[in-house]
């Protein structure tokens, strides 16, 4: 009976992915693509050796902030359902279509671009009295410092600023980083 009521007071955390806090300079830096996107399609795919799911999300491009995007790009996350098959990686993200983000994408060694910092690297772009504004989550996530401690609860906020000021704040980075 313990152990049933220990598992139920730790299931939350059990559900979570451990990830270190990324702040917008960190993201633009790993980022080798940013982009503003309309997810188009969400499809869940089982890889090459049918051991993991992965979840496509086809979208287009409105506008890049920095690297080379094409007028669409399709990007991975962990996890999703095939059939009557699903894995759930926790922190990677929910995606629907019609939904805009600005996106922070790295590829990895099969030149799958997917986020940096996993949810941490989709910023949804959302209207909120007039102004438009690009705002983060860390759904499934739970966020720790560089020395891998819990953040306190004042440091989770997650990132939120108004689209213009968005792309002034990555274009200031871009700059910094050339020099």
């Not at 790009?73 to 359902?81: P, S």
């Not at 007039?130 to 906020?157: C, H, I, M, Q, Y």
């Amino acid at each position: 009976m313990r152990l049933l009521l220990l598992l139920m007071l730790f299931a939350p955390a059990l559900s979570a992915t451990v990830a270190l806090k990324l702040d917008l300079e960190t993201l633009t830096d790993k980022a080798e693509v940013i982009v503003r996107v309309k997810i188009d399609t969400v499809d869940a795919r089982w890889n090459a050796a049918n051991t993991a799911i992965w979840t496509h999300h086809a979208c287009t491009v409105s506008s890049t902030l920095k690297g080379d995007a094409k007028a669409n790009v399709t990007f991975l996350t962990r996890g999703g359902v095939v059939g009557n098959k699903g894995q759930h990686v926790a922190g990677s993200g929910s995606f629907s279509t019609g939904e805009e983000y600005v996106l922070f994408l790295w590829r990895d060694e099969d030149k799958n671009l997917q986020l940096v910092g996993m949810v941490q690297g989709a910023l949804r772009i959302k209207e909120v009295d007039g102004v438009e504004r690009a705002v983060g989550s860390f759904a499934g996530l739970t966020l720790v410092n560089k020395d891998l401690k819990p953040l306190p609860d004042a440091d989770k906020a997650p990132l939120d600023f108004s689209y213009a000021d968005l792309q002034e704040k990555v274009s200031a980075r871009i700059k910094a980083e050339a020099k």
